[in-house]
């Protein structure tokens, strides 16, 4: 264990009173509750980044799964005039 001196804001630390009196009853435990505070604090990046991984591995594995799932022997074009060609016929039949 390291003992320094460190300077914060004075409603940071009645915040840490605070949360020390709720927790340990006293304002002794100042040091145990900052200890907490600031090993939480580290840790968080770790957790956002091990969450973000798993995201990501989620949607590769989608568009892995996806890949190729829409065979088609045409171009984006082509396929958009076919369909616009069926329209049209299907709305000449009903003679719109």
Do not use: C, Q
Not at 3 to 13: H, S, V
Not at 62 to 91: D, Q
Request: net charge positive; no cysteine; proline share 1%.
């Amino acid at each position: 264990m390291v003992k320094t001196t460190l300077e914060i804001k004075d409603e940071t630390y009645r915040r840490l009173v605070e949360a020390s009196l709720r927790r340990y009853g006293n304002a002794r435990s100042i040091s145990k509750m900052a200890n907490e505070v600031i090993e939480a604090h580290l840790k968080e990046p770790e957790i956002e980044k091990a969450a973000a991984d798993d995201a990501i591995k989620k949607r590769m594995e989608i568009v892995r799964k996806s890949a190729g799932s829409w065979k088609i022997g045409e171009t984006g074009a082509e396929y958009v005039r076919n369909i616009r060609k069926e329209s049209e016929k299907r709305l000449k039949r009903m003679g719109l």
